[in-house]
């Protein structure tokens, strides 16, 4: 099978990703939602909108996100309804439980050595 038909790979994506914020925020947004419209992914100004459409443009050519009714990517469809794929969701949930284990991390309490315990 070819790397097309596999996806991105993980250490391509993750670097990807890291220079995206747009694109990881709007994988969080739509992670617990069916679809989405370009009004609740945000991008209020012109330079939000530009980074949101670039995102957009990347997630859906890398496999993790579906725009309906299909066409140009060229513009953004102000009333068409974006939705993760399953690799989208599965990335999703992935970015959700590792945020999950950040915060659960940084809540708990730390963890003393027992040679450093005062008697």
């Known amino acids: 099978m070819s790397r ?14 890291a220079r995206r914020s747009t694109a990881i925020a709007t ?3 739509m ?3 069916a679809a989405v ?7 209020v100004d012109e ?4 980074a949101l459409r670039a ?23 102000a009333t068409g309804a974006y939705r993760l794929s399953n690799m989208g969701r599965a990335l ?9 284990g ?3 991390r940084t809540s708990a309490p730390a963890i003393q050595r027992r040679d450093s315990i005062p008697r």
């Open 4 to 17: 097309i038909a596999e996806g991105p790979q993980p250490a391509d994506l993750a670097e990807e990703l």
């Open 27 to 29: 994988l969080v947004t």
């Open 31 to 33: 992670r617990d939602r």
């Open 37 to 43: 419209t370009i009004g609740d992914l945000g991008g």
């Open 47 to 50: 330079a939000s909108r530009e």
């Open 55 to 77: 995102d957009l443009c990347w997630l859906a050519a890398t496999g993790l996100l579906r725009r309906e009714p299909h066409g140009s990517w060229d513009v953004i469809a």
């Open 92 to 100: 999703a949930d992935a970015l959700n439980a590792l945020a999950e």
């Open 102 to 104: 950040c915060r659960h």
